[in-house]
Structure formats: structure tokens, C-alpha cells
């Protein structure tokens, strides 16, 4: 069977939710069937990793390496599967390719322009890698809205798309914003009917419509919009708004769309979501619950902790628990507008993310001291690991230590460049990235969770434990209960006479799923609850 094609595109405004979208209709088909997700952006880096959180979101590390779109997430945690960085393309990707081959004379001296040239490029990347991964079914996100300059090239490559792969094999779903407005008591469609006017003006005729909503939209809607767009009515299904984005797959389910989508695509499977909505209702219905502090500097845009969040979701549907997060802004613990004890007042557990800089430093360390020092159960992830390890240093080994990321020339530096990192100039792609393993220590809480001897999880940073303190810091009562194969890197580190003191210089955040919570976050989850039981 040739592989099927499903091009996803989006319109009105931005964040309605197209790669949730995606990962669902994805979830809906997976049964037996190989999925590939693909995501196109428009911005002209070449990948996201030089991006400030607060203005893309967060970076999603992937296994081989790659820095990707955060809706890479998504489409991870939803479906089980371990996407690749050549799934991801940017427009900062598709010109420099088309570039190089213009540089190595490939185009036999023609003008090179963004039409043919780009969007040959574009399509000739979708064929690579379904030539390359043999998929039963391939979704194609594009990214921002219809209309978007930038966008413009991928949006023609898929109108052109269907001419190369058969008009049996592709079929094209819009997402587009419905708003209800309640002077008037009632959902309007112009800016939907605007919408897909656009998009029917650069040749894409829809098969399918998702309109984001408040609410189920009226017959009378649906009818509105399927006489516009003529299809069928059947073919109009609502994204309405909802808390827990794991019950979308069943919202579409129930609509219909997984019978629309055999039909369209002329597939025959059975797909039993029944330990799926298990797991949902857990997560709307929870036995028990829980308070987590994530402390960070990105706290004004919760997208910047996107793993984070769904990664204590996961621990938490699994535990029966709802995790509540509370949100502090080191910033102002460090400058004193914030008391700790006001911050953290009915915490079960502290969580310290990633994070690069200074601002917020002294703030978080001052946090990770008082978790240690009053039992409450701590996650460190990455720089949260490496602030644990500064402020250990300090106040346990009693050395005036620092990290060199902060302070260049601090007199203990027990944080400092990893050696190949230290001459490097680019900034792109050259941290330690991906994943890698970690050898772990027999009768540490650490091996207990992943009851194995080694664990692979995903990195992204530049700094390391400095080897030249590993000693000072194992005598004073530190445990590395983890560490690089070639024995130099400390990967995890916790403390024996806490309840739950545990921090890792990977992002595990980043392999947790609904179905399979990473053993990192279910441990603190369960130590969290265990601490709010007490």
C-alpha cells in the first residue's frame, strides 16, 4: 500500500492548537499502522535552538541530536514513537540546501527563485523521507496560518503535492477559529469563512475542517461553514476547549473523524483506545492531589515548560494524582519581593527546570538549600542539577563556589565547561545533545525507578560537574547515582538521607509519555504525594 498523506494547515491566529491537532488525528490512526510526523516551519533559522523560550517556546531536544519544534513533543508523547530532526523543516533548512546546490553549479546556470526551486526542494524532502522510512501514514504540519509570507512556500508544495502522489492518497484538514461571542449569546463564522476562502485561493480545497471553539458547535454552524466550504457537513468537526489534552483524540473520535479518515484514505484497521480513556479520566478524575513548585525565570510563558508540565501530567495520571504546579519567578526571591516560605507554602515537592543565564540564579539556589534542608522532595533537571551541585558545595562542603557559567573567575569552580565545549564558537547545533547513557549505581533510589543498570535519556547543555570536586562532594555525603559511559560525566546525583533529593544533567522530561511516564518524574510524583500524606 502507498503511503498516505495528510496535510495539516491552520488559519485566523496562531496557538489554536494545530500540533495538538495533529498528534491526535496521528493517535487516532496509529493501531498497526507506521506513522511519520512532519513539521514545517517558516522562520529562516535553521532550528529553534538559538530561540528564546519566552518568544518560540520550548526546544524539543530529540534523540539523534536535533533541536526541534516544540509540537515535536506532542506528537512523541501522543503517539510512542522517537521522531528525527530531518522530520523538521525550516525555511532557514529548505534555502540553505537549495543554496548549496545553486553554489555547486546542480541547476546548470538557471535563476533560482522560491518558485519552482523552494518548493521542489520542500517536496523533494517529503519524498526523501517517506522513501527513506516506508510509512503507512505521514502527517505534514505546517506551521503558522495561511496567509503568513513565510509559510507560502510550504503551503504550494502541498497544493502541488497531490498531483505527485495521487489524489487517492492525500487528503488535506484545516484548522480554523470559530470565536462565540457572548454579547451576542452565539458562535460566529466570518473570520472562518475569511479563512478558508484564503486557503481555497492557494488551490487547497480541504477535505476536513477542525474548528476551535468554546463550545460543540450547533448544527446550524456546521451547516453554515460545510455550504461554504462545500463538504459535507459530517466533515465539520469541533475543537472545543477542554483542560486535558489527551481527551482530544476522543472528542474527534466521537465526532466521527476516524471514520471519516478511514473512509477518505481507504484504510481498514481497529484502533482500541480504551487504556486511553482510562488514563484521561484519571487525569480529569484523580483520587488524589498535589502541589509542585516549578521555579524558573520563564514562568510568564508556560510553554517554555512544556515537557515539564506534561511529564508531571504523565507521573500523575499513573499515581492517581492531579499535580497542581505552582509558578515562581526566582527573579523575585532573589531581589527580595518574594519570601521563600511564602513561594513554596504548600508545596509537596520543589521542581528546579533548565535554563541558561544568571538571572534568577541566587533565587534558585537559595530554593534548592531550603528543600534540602527541610525534606520536601526536589527535581533538579539540568541547570537545576548543576545549581544543587553549586549550593551543596557551598553550604554542606563549605567551599565559596561557583559555577563559570555565572562566574568566570570563581575560586571553586565545581561547574564548568565541558573540555570540548570550551573553544567553541558557534552557538547552533554544538551543545552535548541527545541521548546518551548513563551507567547507574547499584542501590540508589535512581536505579530503584528505572530497576535497570543504565538509562538513556536526552542532554542539552555546555557545563559539567568539574571531575576536580567529584571527590570533595562524594565525602561530604553527595551520590552520583549515575554517570557518563567513559566515567567522567556526573549524569544524576542524590542525597541518601532525604526523602526524595534527586537531580539530572538530562532533560528526562523529554522521553515521558501518557502510556509510559518517565521512571524520573513518577519517582517524585510518588514522593511528592507521599510527602503530602505524611
Not at 213 to 220: A, D
Not at 284 to 300: F, L, R, S
Not at 377 to 400: D, H, M, T, W
Not at 453 to 481: C, T, W
Request: glycine fraction near 8%; hydrophobic fraction near 35%; include cysteine.
Amino acid at each position: 500500500m502507498p503511503t498516505k498523506y495528510i496535510v495539516i494547515t491552520g488559519g485566523v491566529l496562531s496557538g489554536l492548537g494545530k500540533g495538538i491537532a495533529t498528534a491526535s488525528i496521528a493517535r487516532l490512526l496509529k493501531s498497526n499502522n507506521k506513522i511519520v510526523t512532519v513539521k514545517c516551519d517558516g522562520y529562516l533559522n535553521v532550528d529553534p535552538g538559538t530561540m528564546n523560550p519566552i518568544e518560540h517556546g520550548e526546544v524539543f531536544v530529540l534523540a539523534d541530536g536535533g533541536e526541534v519544534d516544540m509540537d515535536f513533543g506532542h506528537y512523541e508523547r501522543f503517539l510512542g514513537i522517537t521522531c528525527k530532526s530531518d522530520w523538521n523543516l525550516t525555511s532557514g533548512k529548505i534555502f540553505s540546501r537549495v543554496i548549496a546546490k545553486e553554489r555547486e553549479g546542480k541547476y546548470l546556470g538557471k535563476t533560482i527563485q522560491i518558485f519552482p526551486h523552494i518548493t521542489d526542494e520542500i517536496k523533494s524532502w517529503w519524498k526523501e523521507i517517506a522513501q527513506q522510512e516506508k510509512p503507512d501514514i505521514m502527517t505534514i504540519e505546517i506551521g503558522g496560518t495561511v496567509g503568513d509570507i513565510e509559510n507560502s512556500w510550504f503551503v504550494e508544495a502541498a497544493r502541488q503535492f497531490k498531483k505527485e502522489v495521487g489524489p487517492e492518497n492525500i487528503i488535506y484538514i484545516h484548522l480554523t477559529y470559530v470565536p462565540f461571542l457572548d454579547s451576542v449569546g452565539e458562535p460566529k463564522t466570518k473570520p472562518a469563512q475569511r479563512d478558508l476562502a484564503l486557503l481555497r485561493e492557494k488551490g487547497i480545497y480541504p477535505d476536513i475542517i477542525i474548528c476551535r471553539s468554546k463550545n460543540i458547535l450547533p448544527e446550524k454552524i456546521r451547516e453554515k461553514i460545510a455550504l461554504f466550504s462545500d463538504i459535507d457537513k459530517n466533515n465539520i468537526i469541533t475543537g472545543r476547549d477542554i483542560e486535558c489534552i489527551y481527551e482530544v483524540p476522543l472528542i474527534f473520535k466521537e465526532q466521527g473523524l476516524l471514520d471519516n479518515l478511514k473512509e477518505k484514505l481507504k484504510l481498514d484497521f481497529k484502533e482500541d483506545l480504551t487504556d486511553w480513556e482510562k488514563l484521561v479520566q484519571r487525569i480529569k478524575t484523580p483520587k488524589n492531589a498535589i502541589t509542585i513548585a516549578v521555579c524558573g525565570k520563564y514562568t510568564e510563558l508556560k510553554d517554555s515548560y512544556a515537557s515539564i508540565i506534561e511529564a508531571l501530567t504523565h507521573a500523575g495520571a499513573h499515581c492517581d494524582t492531579k499535580v497542581k504546579l505552582k509558578w515562581i519567578e526566582t527573579t523575585d526571591i532573589e531581589n527580595g519581593k518574594l519570601k521563600i516560605e511564602d513561594a513554596i507554602k504548600d508545596a509537596d515537592g520543589i521542581l528546579i527546570p533548565g535554563g541558561f543565564g544568571s538571572r534568577g540564579v541566587e533565587g534558585k539556589i537559595s530554593i534548592i538549600k531550603h528543600a534540602r534542608e527541610n525534606n520536601i522532595p526536589f527535581l533538579g533537571i539540568c541547570y537545576g542539577l548543576q545549581l544543587a551541585v553549586v549550593e551543596f558545595a557551598r553550604n554542606v562542603c563549605k567551599l565559596s563556589a561557583h559555577s563559570t557559567e555565572i562566574e568566570e573567575k570563581t575560586s571553586n569552580p565545581v561547574i564548568d565547561y565541558i573540555p570540548e565545549q570550551r573553544n567553541i564558537k558557534s552557538k547552533g547545533g554544538t551543545m552535548r545533545l541527545g541521548a546518551c547513557r548513563a551507567i547507574l549505581q547499584k542501590g540508589t533510589i535512581l536505579q530503584s525507578l528505572y530497576n535497570t543498570d543504565e538509562a538513556s535519556e536526552r542532554h542539552r547543555h555546555r557545563y559539567e560537574v568539574n571531575p576536580a570536586y567529584h571527590e570533595i562532594l562524594q565525602k561530604n555525603g553527595m551520590v552520583f547515582s549515575g554517570i557518563s559511559e567513559n566515567k567522567r560525566l556526573v549524569e544524576y546525583i542524590e542525597l541518601p538521607k532525604h526523602p526524595f533529593f534527586v537531580a539530572t544533567q538530562a532533560h528526562n522530561e523529554l522521553t515521558s509519555r501518557l502510556e509510559k511516564p518517565n521512571p524520573l518524574f513518577f519517582g517524585f510524583v510518588r514522593a511528592a504525594l507521599k510527602s503530602h500524606n505524611v
